[in-house]
C-alpha cells in the first residue's frame, strides 16, 4: 500500500471494516510513514470528537425536554 491509497483506506481502517489482508498492509505501511501515520492519528480523533459530541447532545436532550416540559406545567 502506497501514500496515495492510503486515504481510501483510512475511514474504514478506523472503523474496524477493513478486510484482514488491507488492515495489515496499512498498519505496516502506517508503520514506517510518519505522513500517514499523522492522518489516521488525526482522522480517529477526529471520530472520537464526533462519538463525545453525540453523546453529550444525547445526554442533553432529555433534560432539555424535561425542563420545557416543566415551564409548560408550571
Ligand atoms: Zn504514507
Known sequence: ?????IPK???LYIDGELQETEKQQLAEHIECCP??????R???QFKMIIIQKTRTIRVQA???LKRRIRTVIF
Open 1 to 5: 500500500m502506497n501514500c496515495q491509497e
Open 62 to 64: 432529555p433534560a432539555r
Open 35 to 40: 505522513r500517514c501515520h499523522r492522518l489516521v
Open 42 to 44: 488525526i482522522e480517529r
Open 9 to 11: 483506506y483510512i475511514q
